[in-house]
Each structure stands twice: as C-alpha cells, then as structure tokens.
C-alpha cells in the first residue's frame, strides 16, 4: 500500500508511563491531544520515513481496519507531525 497526497499511514504507540517510569493518575490516554506513534508507510514523502517513530495531533487522525494490518491503523496527514523521534 503506498499513501498519497502527503498521508501517513502509522500505528499508535500506547504507553502506560513515562520515559521515567513515572504514572500519572487522572489523565486518560484520549486527553492528551499529542500521540505516539511509528510510521508504517510514508508514500512519496521524504521527510518522514517508513519505521520512524513520531509524536501527531490525535485530534486530527482518524481510524482504518483492514485486513492487511493486524491491528487498526491511523491515517494522517504529514502537516500533522509534531516531532520525528
């Protein structure tokens, strides 16, 4: 699958703590607007690469189930990327 029109296709990365180990009590992972996650497919676009991993504007992706992932994906767009890890 190759994306188009400066989509990425990436796989949120869930994580219960801090880098530090540290867990905050109270925030659920939905509040926080900026999520994690590694990039699965960037298509034609050279600034992010296929296996990177990113922080994205949750509030911007949205959702896909298929049947090649095992897993659902997210879909974004490139002007979504906060950070490339």
Not at 39 to 52: L, M, P, Y
Not at 57 to 68: E, P
Request: aromatic letters at 6%; glycine letters at 8%.
């Amino acid at each position: 699958m190759k994306t188009l029109n400066g989509y990425l296709v990436i796989e949120e990365i869930v994580e219960e703590k801090t880098a530090n180990g540290l867990h905050i009590p109270g925030v659920s992972a939905e509040q926080i607007r900026a999520k994690k996650g590694k990039v699965i497919t960037s298509g034609d676009i050279e600034a992010v690469q296929d296996d990177d991993v990113i922080f994205y504007d949750g509030a911007r992706s949205f959702t896909l189930v298929d049947t090649q992932w095992e897993k659902p994906v997210t879909i974004i767009r490139i002007s979504e990327v906060i950070v490339i890890i």
